[in-house]
């Protein structure tokens, strides 16, 4: 019984591991900036992302860009309106390796979306040796069955570790096809709560596409969105700041809310926020801008 309970606890570890890479990270640190990853956990993800989650980072961005870009129609590079809600766990996969390839080519239709990085596609990419973080993780599961023979340990590392595949699947198929809608938006974005549970509240891809750089993608009283939390636990470490979150209640949205963020988005004229609690946060930020001195090769 406690060896099932240690087995829960792996996979449980590992797949919190992963997400967290892929929601906070890669997603809402660098594709939108909604949270401002300290320099040393920024280099830290650029390096050792693609080896933990088997993800390039640059790709990633520049396909998640691209589908924020198109969303829903026939360029969005994951939509189930283009590869059917089954046929989206192929489909994100085709389009992530053909996201690459432009990338290698230098097309500027993709260049044009990190155009901001300041960093390569991750060495495993530029090597053709992108499976070695599968084979790491495969080999660490072997050793764990086969010399030890708890094969049931060695699969919930396994599938833990590697389970970007089923949850982007999960967010990119049902999160714009089944489920309530909170906005109005220009695409088919639905809030999923069961997918939102499941992936640190990236479920709720109305909510995101209406307000892209909000931190946080839950609006209503009873929406959860665990990114955020765990973004929150890993604020007060010092390890990154929430950027842009801000909520308050406006008379122009069904539910009361309005996002700071589309002020951003649409580049309304609004007075500059001087307030304590701002000045800090830019001045975080340009920190952060300094020590991007030189682009990175890894
Ligand atoms: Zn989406
Ligand atoms: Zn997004």
Same mark, same amino acid.
């Given at each position: 019984?406690?060896?099932?309970?240690?087995?829960?606890?792996?996979?449980?570890?590992?797949?919190?591991?992963?997400?967290?890479?892929?929601?906070?990270?890669? %997603?809402?640190?660098?594709?939108?900036?909604?949270?401002?990853?300290?320099?040393?956990?920024?280099?830290?993800?650029?390096?050792?992302?693609?080896?933990?989650?088997?993800?390039?980072?640059?790709?990633?961005?520049?396909? %998640?860009?691209? %589908?924020?870009?198109?969303?829903?129609?026939?360029?969005?590079?994951?939509?189930?309106?283009?590869?059917?809600?089954?046929?989206?766990?192929?489909?994100?996969?085709?389009?992530?390796?053909?996201?690459?390839r432009?990338?290698?080519?230098?097309?500027?239709?993709?260049?044009?979306?990190?155009?901001d990085?300041?960093?390569?596609v991750?060495?495993?990419?530029?090597?053709?040796?992108?499976?070695?973080?599968?084979?790491?993780?495969?080999a660490?599961?072997?050793?764990?069955?086969?010399?030890?023979?708890?094969?049931?340990?060695?699969?919930?590392?396994?599938?833990?570790?590697?389970?970007?595949?089923?949850?982007?699947?999960?967010?990119?198929?049902?999160?714009?096809?089944?489920?309530?809608?909170?906005?109005?938006?220009?695409?088919?974005?639905?809030?999923?709560?069961?997918?939102?549970?499941?992936?640190?509240?990236?479920g709720?891809?109305?909510?995101?596409?209406?307000?892209?750089?909000?931190?946080?993608?839950?609006?209503?009283?009873?929406?959860?969105?665990?990114?955020?939390m765990?973004?929150?636990?890993?604020?007060?470490?010092?390890?990154?700041?929430?950027?842009?979150?801000?909520?308050?209640?406006?008379?122009?949205?069904?539910?009361?809310?309005?996002?700071?963020?589309?002020l951003?988005?649409?580049?309304?004229?609004?007075?500059?926020?001087?307030?304590?609690?701002?000045?800090?946060?830019?001045?975080?930020?340009?920190?952060?801008?300094?020590?991007?001195?030189?682009?990175?090769?890894?």
């Open positions: 019984m406690r060896y099932y309970t240690l087995c829960l606890l792996v996979f449980i570890s590992t797949y919190c591991l992963n997400m967290t890479f892929i929601s906070i990270f890669y %997603h809402r640190g660098i594709a939108h900036e909604s949270v401002f990853l300290s320099a040393r956990l920024r280099r830290f993800v650029i390096v050792a992302g693609s080896w933990i989650t088997g993800i390039d980072l640059k790709s990633w961005v520049c396909m %998640h860009r691209m %589908h924020h870009a198109y969303s829903d129609t026939l360029k969005d590079p994951h939509s189930p309106k283009r590869w059917g809600i089954f046929g989206t766990l192929i489909g994100q996969l085709i389009s992530y390796n053909k996201t690459l432009e990338l290698d080519l230098k097309n500027p239709d993709y260049t044009a979306m990190v155009h990085l300041d960093f390569d991750n060495i495993l990419n530029r090597k053709n040796i992108s499976m070695l973080p599968y084979a790491i993780q495969l660490i599961a072997i050793t764990c069955g086969w010399v030890f023979n708890y094969w049931l340990l060695g699969s919930a590392y396994f599938f833990g570790m590697m389970s970007h595949p089923i949850q982007g699947w999960l967010v990119n198929s049902f999160g714009h096809a089944v489920g309530y809608t909170n906005f109005d938006v220009s695409d088919d974005s639905r809030n999923n709560t069961l997918v939102a549970w499941l992936c640190f509240g990236e709720y891809q109305n909510n995101h596409h209406r307000f892209p750089k909000s931190a946080k993608f839950s609006v209503r009283w009873f929406e959860f969105d665990m990114g955020y765990v973004a929150n636990i890993l604020a007060r470490f010092g390890m990154l700041k929430i950027s842009k979150v801000r909520f308050t209640t406006s008379p122009t949205d069904g539910f009361g809310y309005w996002a700071e963020s589309m951003f988005e649409v580049g309304a004229n609004v007075a500059p926020d001087l307030s304590p609690r701002n000045v800090s946060k830019m001045k975080f930020r340009s920190k952060i801008a300094n020590d991007r001195t030189a682009p990175s090769k890894i």
